[in-house]
Structure formats: structure tokens, C-alpha cells
């Protein structure tokens, strides 16, 4: 680890005065003057001890006052400061009752005592735990290198790499949280440099490899996540979230899923599908969405939107079992809502 | 040599204990009678530094703090197969803080630049005034490669064309751990090293080819096993500070005499002037009898410096180039006739310990079960990767993964019970008292046919067996000393790696002499006592706790000397009780022992013994005994067949190490073993890139280890037997403890599901590869 300097930003335009750029875009060109953002400090301290970046001043938003808050507000939904703990949000009443597949995203995350030291908005700017990317040794395309390691044919060793949208950069998303999030349409509050603030949906909050290899999230040089939002659901709505693992005391997920429906009966008068650890972002399942809106919720109903949603999966050499697993936990989601 | 016949307890408690006669030396003890009867031996005495660990009052190697200490990194390569062309320390050298650099190779070829033959090979270290100094000083050094084409497949290495680690053919290796096992560099072509086809143990035998015609079922397979790295808690490394007088070294060590012949021999030094201190350990499983490279660059620099100097490993470093158990490809072919009896049994097997020797299916095909044909070829396969070490059961653990699922698979193809078959043919005592005691204990009757569990979710259950041999190391003294004011005092160099080696020798020690356990200090890890033996081959207790005994015997006569001199009596007329010397036949005649004591002429008595052969002497002289370790142990799984989740829910462990001298220490050494086998099955495994040769998950998040819900219920059954083989009749139990778990666990896992996995880790994606196979 390098030498560096500590900001302590006392307010958010303290911290935006004194950040200079991102942890990502310093990763993709070094600059060596860079001053980029802390809050857990979970996945900076990882980038620093790898040796994978060397900033000049880390900018600690941590103790920022105000931006630790969990309010509720029963017709507009909740509000979660940038800075309150996945233990947090894991052991708050009103997230447990309204929002279950968030609470179980949260407290199937990393462990009890990272969750007590990571905040939502560092869990959702940290950036993927592909171990090619995480290598010192290895120049991906994701570090402004000419390959993926991951996805070559022989020698990639992919098995807990992306089945869709997986065409340039194969890794996934190291948030599971996300993808809850996603399928509660969630939003990211974010205050520019110019203290402007922008509204923008989880999904449009990360960026694709296609859209931009040296991002994984919107966020520019001078962009501080002030809250996360969801929205209050309509009356019956029932949510399920499954985190599927190798290892039950802490893992990164092998595949992820959250449902979220409008129910009217056994009727499913709407539905979001979101899947993690299956694609370089969290993503819906438009296609299986479609299958069951308005649709009676049952075995057969079910089990062909878990067919549909890994009819655009494309394996790599050593991850097609991704594809029984996510239909095995899509069905078993979706059978919880019944 | 004088000898006297001592009558000695034989057998197993509650299956055929006897007595037997054996012929002894003279000057050794009397036999203890069996642990019921004793005090202080074969109870739950607590670990004597339990308090100082978990406070965290113990100081480890790492920890050592000495005036003017510096501390030192060490480069390593990061290409895998490359002629270094250049190494420039100028800027390195230049640092602030830094106090000194050393290149790795001009400690042995001062004229020539090395050739990189894996990524972590070390390169140059440097020795500077903090690690964070030291760290960014190793960054600044330059190296110049020409890098060349490289493997570390083992089937890829292979290859007629596969490229050479080595050109020219290289010694036998053996390493303290590797008990017993020699790897025949000179044979073989390529990249192929071997085969070794024979062993102290077992062998090869009768005609396999007429053994195959007599049966009537065979079994064929081949079996996959994975690179798993030791990832002791405490990393490797040393404190060394080199005097004009010698050097002294902090190791983190299994062998404090190891260490010092080693930087003895390297440095061209008297052995008296190496003093290795290792007073406790955080984990070694076998990779920790030597000096290493990390010892030598340690010393170098010291010596330069004139400063002590403090070398610990990363985990990172630990992981790439500190040993690991290699992997095998393992053939086994096993014929029976109906009965169950077999007729032959044909081994083959490859395995990789990257540029070291040492991969083998060890001993488990050959000597487990009675078989007149028996042919073994063992290959080791060199590869660019980091070198192979001992690891708990060299080769046993990857042979017993195969044999015993080989064994599973003839008795559901005979429709014989596993348990009855390996009744028929085990002739082992012990383990058939253990296969009992165990299946009871487990609910074995409850076993329902392969495959036949109901529902996504299913249970199953499975056994396994293993055999170890009773290795004693014969170099292992120890001195016993009374001092004047009644302090007792056992000196050894052994080491305590964590198995609780200071709490026996006490506990003989105060047995022996009818004290307290707390009456005993235990001083032990320092070469400026008597040679121990190493940590490795589960030695340690067979080896050291006779001569404790025997040592404290022999003081306690010459205390009952002085003792009978003063009573007007004969010496053999006294004993000890409660703390006391009594005479035998007037009770009333006592006094404690430490008044009994303060007639010492001198400040204290000692009597130094050395380890004998065993009584009925031995299979082989160099100290392999009679008899074996053996263990039973039985896995109940459930298996998520949707999800691929397999979990661990319960181990019955049955062992034996003939005389258990301190049962909660052996039930710790037991679910050691257990954990290591759950993680060995289905979590641990190097991962490697092809591409680039590097070790792509040398961290251990991404290098999967258990914790605590991966581990599953283990309830231990410890088998008591009386061998009559010497004073203290106890053997150890480190590494039977992990030979047997995976193949139980790959034996309950297809027990569950019915379909049979042949290669570990088992992880989600074998599971569910192995039951959808139309996905692609
Ligand atoms: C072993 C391990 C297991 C884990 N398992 C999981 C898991 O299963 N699921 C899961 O979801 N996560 C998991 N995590 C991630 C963990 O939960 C943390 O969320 C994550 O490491 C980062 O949180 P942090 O608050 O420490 O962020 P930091 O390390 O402080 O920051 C991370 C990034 O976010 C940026 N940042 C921080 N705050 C802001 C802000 N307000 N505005 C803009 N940018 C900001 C930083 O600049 C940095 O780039 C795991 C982590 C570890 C180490």
C-alpha cells in the first residue's frame, strides 16, 4: 500500500471540492494526483493493498453528518442515506416488513462484521470481484488492457463469470444487494460538482461493458451519492429474494434473483425479475416479466418464465451450470409468491 | 544390554484385552497399567498454554520484536517460465530506510542469473527499517526477463512438445514431512519423472493379470484430486539475528533441528552456533520443516546488516510458493471374486508438485486391504508452478479418495453391505472394533439405497477407512531435571505445533511421579536442548513420550537413592502417591517430594533418555513400528440437487493411536483433521490460468476455506488399544485424522444423489453438471 494523504470531508461540498476523480477512472489511466472517495472503506482498502491503485488522498465521507438516515414514509417509500450499514438496513423494522427482498439481499451480503462496516452506497460503487481484474498481474480490458482472461476458451477460468450480455467484459457485478434493489425499482440520488442533484434508476445507474468498459456505474469525477430511494409498493405486492452460494457462511453469489409482484389473488398483476452474478450488471428479465403479467402464479406458469429467462444465456466454457441454477432459483423465488 | 520381563496390558478394552509378556530394557519403567486406572494420563487435561494463546499473551514468530530489528520483503517472479537477463537494485538500494539488498541467486551462483521456473519464485529480498519501506523498495528493483513458453497442466505437461521445467534430470527429493516416500528424479523423459512402482510398506505382489482372470466383478475408474495449499493461520517466516557468536532464529517451524542443520549446513557453520527457538506455532500440516528461502535470505541480510531481521511471509507468497499437497490423476482397476475377497488390485496415477517431487497416491491401495496381486506406478509430473510439499498424510489423503471410493462401488456391485465387505477384507482389529463402534454411534442401519432419497433435497450417507503407519523417529532425547527446591522441569528441543505436545510431556512427567500436571514446566522448541523429533509423520507422540518416561523414571531413582540412604532402606522399597514418597510397606513412612528433594547435594539432578526401539522391536529398524493407524469415519451429506449446495451435516470419526494420553487434545486433532477433509472435498482448490501461468485466486476469499456453518457436527469415538510397544504405549494421530474424510463425504454424496463424482472439490457446478447434462 502506498502513502497517502486523508481528507476528512465535513460536508457533501467539502467532499466534491476535494474529490478529483473516481477509484474507476483511476484505474483506467493513472493519474497519481488522484483523490477519490471512501465510506466502509471495504473494497478501497482491498484496491490499495492489491496494489492495484495508488491514490494521493483518499476523501473520507463516512462522518459526513445527515447522510446516515433510514426514513420511511408510507405513500412515498423509504429513503436510505448513502451512508447507513447493510447491518443497518439488514435489522430495520420497516425494511423487513415492506421491502422483504431487500432485507434478505442485505443479510445474505459478505458477513456480520463487513456488514457492519460497509454502506449502501460503497456496496453498490464497489466494483467487481472478477479475480483476472483484481490481479495486479493481469491488464484486462476493464484496466485499459487488450483482453478478457476470463472469457478465452481454453485458458479462461470463468466459472463464476457472466451467461448473459457476456460478448466483452464477462465479469459480474459484486453487488447481490443490487439486484433487490433493481427489482424494486430503486433509484440512486446523486449530487454533482456543480450541486446539482441527479435522479437516476438502479437500472440506468450501471453501465454495461458495451456502453463503457471503464465503468461499471454512472458515476463522474465529481458525483456523491447522497440516498438510495424505493419506492412504496402497491397494496398485496409480495417480494422474494434467493442468493444462491457454494459456501453459506460467505459467499459471492454464484446466481441471484429477486421477484417482486403485484398479486390479486394468484393472479400476478405485475412483476419485476431481477437477476444477479448473471450478467456484468444486475438485470430484468423483460422476457419472463411478460410471461407471467397477469398471469396466474403456478408450477407450470413458473416454470416457463425460468425457461424463458435463460433462453438469451450464452455460457462460457466452465459456467453452463449457471443455467440450471438460475432456473432453480427463479422457480423457487417465484413459488414464494404464491 | 541388561533386560528384565515385564508383563504389559494387550489388546483392546472390551473386545480382546489380555496381557503379554515382554522382554525390556533393564533401566525402563514398569508397564503402566490401561487409562482407567491411571491419574493423569488418557484424561481431558487442559492445554497447558490454552490461556496464553487465546489471550493473545503467546508470542508467535511474527511477533518477535528485538532491538534494532529490521524487516524484510522478498521479491518474487511474476512470469512463470523466463531467463532472467538483468537485475538492477540501484534504485532500491537508494531508499531511505532501506539498509540493505540481496539477490536470491548469489547465495549459491554468484556468476550466473537464474532462470525463473514459476510465478512466486523468489528473486531478491531486501532488509529495511519498516515492512512498508521494505515493500516499496522491492517495487523499485528492476528485473529483465526473457520469458519463455511454460506449463502448468498436468496432462498438457505431458505433451511431447510441451515445454521442459527441467533439461536435465534432477535429484530425489524428500523433506522432513515426507516420511518414508522417495521420488526418483533420474527415471523418466519430458517433463515425466518415475514411476515409483514399490514402498517400505505393502509393494508390489503376486500377478495381477491372473488375479484379474479369477474375478468375478471389477471395478475400473479414474479419479481426479485437486492442487490444495496449507494456508496455516501464521504464513512462514523467521526472526534471525546473526552475531559474531552465531546466529539465533525465530522459526515458525515443525522442526526446530531441521531448521538449524539446515542454516548449519548452508552456512557452513557448527550446529552449536545455530540456536532455532519456536515456542509456538500457528499451523505448518507439513510445510514447515525447513529453512526455505526465506531462511537463508533472512540470515544473509542479517549478516549483512548486523541487525536482526524480520521475514514473514504474505499469503499471498504463502500460497504461491510454500508448498502444496499436489494433485492426482489416479487409475485404479480392482478385482473380486463374489464373496467380496479380492483378487487384484492395479494402480496408476500422475500428479504434479510443480517443479518439486512428491506426488503420489501413497500407501492406501497397497497395504488397506488383504489383496495377493497388487502393481502400483506412481508418476510425478514436473510443471511451472510452485513447489509441492508434505500435507497431512502425503499422497494417503489423494489414494484414499479413489480406493475407498473404488471399495464402495465393488460392494454395491457384489450387494454386500460397505461395512460387511470391509469386514471381509480388513484384517485390522482395530478398525473393525472402530467400524462397530462407529455405525452404532452413527445410525449406519438407517442407510437407504443410492439414489432412493426422495424430493429435490436429498440425504445421504457414506464411510470411508484410512491406514497410517506407527512411524517413530529415533533421534528424540529428552532430559528430566529435579531441582533442590522441588521444581520439575522436562527439557526438549521438539516443537509444540499446536497439538499439544508441552501438555503430554507433563502429564507423563507428573504420572510418573505422582505430582500435579501444574507441578511440571515444559520446556520445549529451543536446539539448546536435546534433539526432538520433527512434527511431521505424526511422530511426535510415539517418539517423545517414551523417553519422558523413561527419563523421569530414572530421576526418580536417583531421588529414591537418597531417599532410602536417609530411611536405612532399599530404594525399591519406595514409591510415590499424591505428591509424597512412600515406602511400600510402612505407609507412615513419607515425606513430600519436595522435601525429599532438598537433600540434593547438588542444585538439581536430570537424567537425559533417548528413545529405544519399540518392546517386540520393530517392522523395520529405522523405526517403523508394528501395527498401523487406523480410522473409520462416516459422512451424512444433503445435497440440493437443483442448487448444486452440498452440505456437511454430520462426521462420526472413529480413531485409534493405541494409548490416548490426553483426550480432549486428541478430539481436537480429530476435528482438525475433519475440517481439512470438509474443505479438501468440497471448497479448497489452487486456481490456475493457463494463460498467463499465475495462481489466479492466491488470496483466501476467492481460495475458498470453510468457516464456521461449513462445518459440520463431528462426534469422535477414540478406540483404546494396548499394543505393549513401549514405556508410554501411545502413538500419534495427526494425520490419520484427514485421510479418510473426503472419500467418506464423496461416498455419501453419491449414496444421495446416485450418481457417482470422481473428482474434488465437489462444488455446486460438478453437482449440477453431473445431473443436467442437456443444458449446452
Ligand atoms: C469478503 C467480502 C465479501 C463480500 N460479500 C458481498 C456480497 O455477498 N454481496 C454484496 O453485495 N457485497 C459484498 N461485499 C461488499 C461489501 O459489502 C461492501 O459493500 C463493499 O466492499 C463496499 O462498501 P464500503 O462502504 O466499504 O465502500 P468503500 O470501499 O468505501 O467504497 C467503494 C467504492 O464506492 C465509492 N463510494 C463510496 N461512497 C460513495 C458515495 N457516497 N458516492 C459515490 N461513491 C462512493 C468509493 O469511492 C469506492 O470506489 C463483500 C465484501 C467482502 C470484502
Known amino acids: 500500500m502506498n502513502r497517502f494523504s486523508w481528507y476528512e470531508a465535513k460536508s457533501v461540498e467539502d467532499a466534491l471540492k476535494n474529490a478529483n476523480t473516481t477509484l474507476s477512472e483511476e484505474l483506467y489511466s493513472p493519474s497519481n494526483e488522484a483523490a477519490f472517495f471512501k465510506s466502509g472503506g471495504i473494497d478501497v482498502l482491498d484496491f490499495l493493498k492489491e496494489g492495484l491503485i495508488s491514490p494521493k488522498t483518499i476523501v473520507n465521507v463516512r462522518d459526513i453528518p445527515g447522510m446516515d438516515k433510514i426514513e420511511h414514509e408510507h405513500n412515498e417509500g423509504m429513503t436510505i442515506g448513502a451512508n447507513v450499514t447493510l447491518a443497518e438496513i439488514e435489522h430495520h423494522p420497516d425494511v423487513a416488513i415492506n421491502f422483504p427482498a431487500l432485507q434478505m439481499a442485505v443479510a445474505h451480503a459478505a458477513t456480520p462484521q463487513l456488514r457492519n462496516m460497509s454502506t449502501i452506497a460503497g456496496n453498490l460503487a464497489q466494483r467487481t470481484r472478477c479475480w483476472y481484474f483484481r490481479s495486479v498481474d493481469h491488464q484486462c480490458f476493464r484496466k485499459n488492457g487488450d483482453r478478457c482472461f476470463a472469457r478465452h476458451s481454453e485458458t479462461g477460468q470463468n466459472e463464476g463469470h457472466a451467461i448473459i450480455n457476456n460478448g466483452s467484459c464477462v465479469s459480474v457485478h459484486a453487488s447481490s444487494i443490487a439486484t433487490a434493489l433493481l427489482a424494486l425499482k430503486a433509484s440512486v440520488v446523486i449530487q454533482g460538482g456543480d450541486m446539482k442533484k441527479k435522479v437516476v434508476s438502479i437500472e440506468d445507474f450501471f453501465v454495461s461493458p458495451m456502453q463503457d468498459i471503464s465503468r461499471e456505474n454512472i458515476l463522474g469525477k465529481k458525483d456523491l451519492i447522497t440516498e438510495i430511494k424505493v419506492p412504496a409498493p402497491s397494496a398485496n405486492t409480495k417480494s422474494f429474494y434467493i442468493k444462491q452460494v457454494a459456501r453459506e457462511s460467505y459467499d459471492w453469489s454464484l446466481a441471484d434473483v429477486a421477484v417482486v409482484a403485484e398479486m390479486k389473488g394468484n393472479t400476478c398483476v405485475d412483476i419485476t425479475i431481477a437477476l444477479g452474478a448473471a450478467a456484468p450488471t444486475p438485470i430484468r428479465s423483460y422476457e419472463a416479466e411478460k410471461i407471467l403479467k397477469g398471469e396466474q402464479l403456478n408450477d407450470m406458469s413458473i416454470t416457463k418464465a425460468a425457461e424463458k429467462a435463460m433462453e438469451v444465456a450464452r455460457p462460457l466454457s466452465k459456467n453452463g451450470y449457471k443455467i440450471p441454477l438460475f432456473k432453480s432459483i427463479i422457480v423457487r423465488a417465484l413459488s414464494e409468491l404464491i | 544390554m541388561d533386560t528384565k520381563k515385564e508383563k504389559f496390558p494387550h489388546g483392546i478394552p472390551g473386545y480382546n484385552l489380555g496381557e503379554i509378556e515382554r522382554e525390556i530394557p533393564a533401566e525402563d519403567p514398569p508397564a503402566w497399567p490401561i487409562n482407567d486406572e491411571l491419574r493423569v494420563i488418557g484424561k481431558r487435561v487442559p492445554r497447558l498454554d490454552a490461556r ?30 523466463a531467463k532472467i537477463l538483468a537485475i538492477d537494485t540501484t534504485l532500491a538500494e537508494k531508499l531511505p530506510g532501506v539498509h540493505a539488498v540481496h539477490l536470491m541467486h548469489e547465495m549459491d551462483d554468484k556468476d550466473h542469473l537464474p532462470m525463473v521456473k514459476f510465478v512466486g519464485q523468489p528473486i531478491a529480498g531486501v532488509a529495511a527499517e519498516s515492512l512498508d519501506i521494505a515493500k516499496e523498495a522491492i517495487k523499485l528493483i528492476k528485473v529483465k526477463y526473457d520469458e519463455k513458453p511454460f506449463v502448468i497442466d498436468l496432462e498438457d505437461a505431458l505433451d511431447a512438445n510441451a515445454p521442459l521445467v527441467y533439461d536435465e534430470p534432477i535429484a530425489e527429493q524428500r523433506d522432513g514431512g515426507d516420511v518414508g516416500v522417495v521420488h526418483d528424479g533420474s527415471k523418466g523423459k519430458g517433463n515425466l519423472r518415475g514411476p515409483s512402482t514399490s514402498s517400505f510398506w505393502g509393494g ?41 557468536e552465531g546466529m539465533t532464529v525465530y522459526a515458525s517451524t515443525q522442526s526446530t533441528k531441521g531448521v ?70 489416479h487409475s485404479l482397476k480392482i478385482g473380486a471374486k463374489k464373496d467380496g475377497t479380492l483378487t487384484a488390485i492395479q494402480q496408476k496415477s500422475h500428479g504434479t508438485a510443480g517443479v518439486a517431487l512428491g506426488a503420489g497416491v501413497g500407501r492406501i491401495a497397497q497395504i488397506l486391504y488383504e489383496c495377493p496381486n497388487f502393481t502400483t506406478e506412481q508418476y510425478d509430473v514436473l510443471t511451472h508452478a510452485g513447489p509441492g510439499a508434505a500435507w497431512r498424510a502425503p499422497g494417503n489423503v489423494q489414494g484414499a479418495f479413489g480406493v475407498e471410493q473404488a471399495i464402495d462401488e465393488l460392494a454395491e456391485k457384489l450387494k454386500i453391505d460397505p461395512l460387511t465387505l470391509r469386514d471381509k477384507i480388513d484384517k485390522s482389529d482395530v478398525r473393525k472394533v472402530e467400524r462397530m463402534r462407529g455405525a452404532e454411534k452413527f445410525g449406519w442401519s438407517k442407510r437407504q439405497p443410492a439414489g432412493s432419497s426422495q424430493g429435490p433435497v436429498k440425504k445421504g450417507m457414506g464411510m470411508a477407512q484410512s491406514t497410517w503407519p506407527r512411524f517413530v523417529h529415533l533421534d528424540s532425547s529428552v532430559e528430566v531435571k529435579l531441582y533442590k527446591d522441588g521444581a520439575v522441569e522436562v527439557r526438549s528441543g521438539v516443537q509444540d505445533i499446536g497439538t499439544g505436545t508441552k501438555t503430554i510431556l507433563a502429564q507423563v512427567v507428573a504420572e510418573e511421579l505422582g505430582l500435579e500436571v501444574s507441578d511440571v514446566t515444559v520446556r520445549i522448541g529451543d536446539t539448546v536442548f536435546p534433539d526432538g523429533p520433527a512434527s511431521g509423520g505424526s511422530v511426535v507422540t510415539g517418539s517423545i513420550t517414551p523417553p519422558t518416561r523413561n527419563a523421569a523414571y530414572q530421576v526418580k531413582l536417583k531421588l529414591f537413592d537418597l531417599v532410602a540412604k536417609e530411611w536405612k532402606t532399599e530404594a525399591n522399597k519406595l514409591t510415590v502417591k499424591d505428591g509424597m514418597v512412600v515406602h511400600m510397606d510402612d505407609s507412615s513412612r513419607k515425606m513430600t517430594f519436595k522435601d525429599a528433594l532438598k537433600s540434593l547435594r547438588t542444585g538439581h539432578i536430570s537424567v537425559l533418555a533417548s528413545r529405544g526401539d519399540d518392546y517386540g522391536g520393530f517392522q523395520q529398524s529405522w523405526g517403523l513400528a508394528y501395527g498401523d493407524l487406523g480410522s473409520v469415519q462416516f459422512a451424512e451429506v444433503t445435497v440440493d440437487t437443483q442448487t448444486g449446495l452440498i452440505k456437511v451435516d454430520r462426521i462420526v470419526a472413529a480413531h485409534s493411536c493405541a494409548r490416548p494420553l490426553n483426550i480432549g487434545q486428541l478430539e481436537s486433532q480429530i476435528n482438525g483433521g475433519v475440517i481439512q477433509g470438509v474443505s479438501y472435498a468440497l471448497y479448497e482448490a489452487r486456481v490456475m490460468d493457463k494463460g498467463t501461468g499465475h495462481f489466479i485466486n492466491a488470496n483466501v476469499d476467492q481460495y475458498k476455506m470453510p468457516y464456521a456453518m461449513e462445518i459440520p457436527e463431528i462426534e469422535s469415538i477414540l478406540v483404546e488399544e494396548y499394543p505393549a510397544q513401549s514405556s508410554t504405549d501411545a502413538y500419534g494421530i495427526a494425520e490419520p485424522a484427514n485421510i479418510a474424510t473426503a472419500a467418506a463425504i464423496a461416498n455419501a454424496v453419491y449414496n444421495a444423489i446416485g450418481v457417482r463424482i470422481f473428482e474434488i472439490p465437489i462444488t455446486p457446478a460438478s453437482i449440477l453438471n453431473a445431473l443436467n447434462k442437456d443444458y449446452e
Open chain 2, 52 to 81: 496464553a494463546k487465546v489471550t493473545g499473551e503467546a508470542k508467535y514468530t511474527s511477533d518477535i520484536q528485538l532491538p534494532g530489528m529490521l524487516y524484510a520483503k522478498m521479491l518474487r517472479a511474476n512470469v512463470a517460465h
Open chain 2, 204 to 244: 508390489p505382489r503376486g500377478d495381477v493379470e491372473k488375479g484379474f482372470a479369477e474375478a468375478d466383478v471389477v471395478v475400473e475408474r479414474t479419479y481426479r484430486t485437486q492442487v490444495h495449499t496449507h494456508v496455516p493461520l501464521e504464513t512462514h517466516g523467521v526472526v534471525i539475528d546473526w552475531k559474531p
Open chain 2, 260 to 329: 538449524r542443520d539446515e542454516l548449519a549446513t548452508y552456512f557452513d557453520l557448527p550446529k552449536s552456533q545455530v540456536r532455532v527457538i519456536c515456542q509456538f506455532m500457528g499451523g505448518g500440516f507439513g510445510a514447515k520443516h525447513s529453512a526455505g528461502t526465506f531462511g537463508p535470505m533472512a540470515a544473509t541480510l542479517s549478516k549483512k546488516t548486523g541487525r536482526p531481521v524480520w521475514l514473514m511471509l504474505d499469503r499471498q507468497e504463502e500460497h504461491l510458493a510454500e508448498g502444496n499437497r499436489p494433485n492426482s490423476l
